[in-house]
């Protein structure tokens, strides 16, 4: 197999799995961020969503914040009176759901984009 040298990081990757550009060949992750570049940085996963699933969207990550905010109040409380292991895996997994949550929310609303 023929390797090629990437134009945006030099990576040597296998000209098969290049881009062709005008500037020469381009690996996958460098066409991405060329892409994203091209589109002004901006986050576009939202644009095949309407504004009202958009909205659902919005409104079930909040519910997805809250529920997480319990889960890790409740996985602290087993932390410290039944379980460590349990507690901590309840936290932890409550503390991921108000992440996401949060993140989602800021997506649908149009305040993440990157
Ligand atoms: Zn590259």
Redesign the pocket.
Known sequence: MSQVA??????M?DVARADVTGRGY??N??SMKASMAADGGRNDVTDHLTVDERKQRAASAGTEMVVGGLVAATGLLVFLTVSGLFGMIAACAGLGMTSHGYLTRREMTGERTS
Do not use: F, P, S, V
């Open positions: 990437c134009i945006g990081c030099n990576l990757i381009r690996c992750a460098c």
